[in-house]
């Protein structure tokens, strides 16, 4: 089902730049309009300005971001700063990130994949926006290029492909390999998270034919990215319309996208927390008792909000309140609630309330996800009195600390925490063909942008 294949990738020339943790990024969803102005500062030449570029009074068709985008990415390939490798590749892409305390690795490889429509062995979960659609596809026509790779799994229960990609890695013997070349890393850099990256290039025939033969059979599952490969599909398309015929090699058939296994130990998934403001007259009291139809509510004693209200050090209890989200979760749909004084967790009382609530022909999966229970039964029925939640009133955060802390300064008027979306749940999604709300899933770390680049 996954047809991949090498590229000549475009990377950074380090003598020029120096060290790539100047001019690399995270993607371009996850950045701030502070942290854009911030990363414009870091370095002429980072990366910010092809993926993210900013927007300036007298601004036109012609003369824009997308525009200046592709000014600099043909700057920065005329004069050296940017390079194109001399041989087709595989990168084969490693992260070493700490979580909980604990160091794991996820390793996976970036290359091409045959773009193909959604249920012909590429499959989403998550649903998209048109807004975002239409600024990538900006982008993409504006610089013919492929400027970060999207996030993708695969199911590899016997870890066939991983041994494959292991032999790479600094943690094996080389001289075992017999690849010494190969086995030398072709980027090794910590980003400002702390979080370490690692790019090996692999263009050794052999190699490379076993790994295009293990893949022919896997279904791919995006993971994150789904804006960019809708917008490479349409993309695609117009090129087709265009030249009235494709053999299916033209570059404009095929995107760069990372690769992982999700049996791999690496994998990890966060959620991403919801914060609710522009809601009129709210009024937690009255809220209270409309949640209370649905779910059993339980208040954190007045001992524990003095840990969350800053009367004592640390911040433990709120990290005990997403202990309790993890102990109770999995046979149980629980969230944790703040209005910014009191925390609440929210049990749901009776599965049949989501099928007597959820009227859209899901399947169970679907309607017994914790993100489709928290916006149809809260976010839409309760606070949006039976309508679906503008987009505009939901902001999302991973730092749980940080989403307390906003709402305990009135930036926000409500958060809910929720527990990770489990990756058997995304595959079961995907497969039956259905979508989760936006934000369902945060696979954690993100790519870092800026690694390697294809040119269209």
Known sequence: MAEILPFRGIRYSEDRVGSLEVVTTPPYD???????????????YNVIRLILGKEFPGDDEKNNRYSRAANFLHDWLKEGTLKEDAQESIYIYEQEYSYRGKRKVRRGFISLLRLKDFGQGVLPHEETLAKPKEDRLRLLKACQANLSPIFTIYADPD?????????FTPFRDKSLTGLEEEASPLIDMEDERGERHRLWSVSSPEKLKKLTRLMSDKEIYIADGH???????TFRNEMRQCFHHSTGSEPYNYLMVYLTNMEGEGLTILPAHRLIQNLPDLDISKLKVQINKFFRITKLDPLERRFLMGLDKGEGQLRKMLSFLKEMGGNNCVFGMSDGVNLYLLTLKDETIIDQLVKEDRSRE????????????????????????EEEKISYLVDAEEAFQLVKDRKYQLAFFLNPTRVNQVKAIARAGERMPGKATYFYPKLLTGLVMRPI
């Open 227 to 233: 804006h960019r490969y809708e917008t490479a599909l």
């Open 366 to 389: 679907w309607k017994r996800l914790d993100v489709t229970i928290l916006h149809r039964i809260i976010l839409d029925h309760i606070l949006a009195k039976g309508k679906r939640m």
């Open 159 to 167: 870890r066939a492909i991983d041994a494959i990609l292991d032999p």
């Open 30 to 44: 996850v950045i701030s309009s502070q942290d854009r102005d911030r990363l414009y500062e870091k370095n002429d």
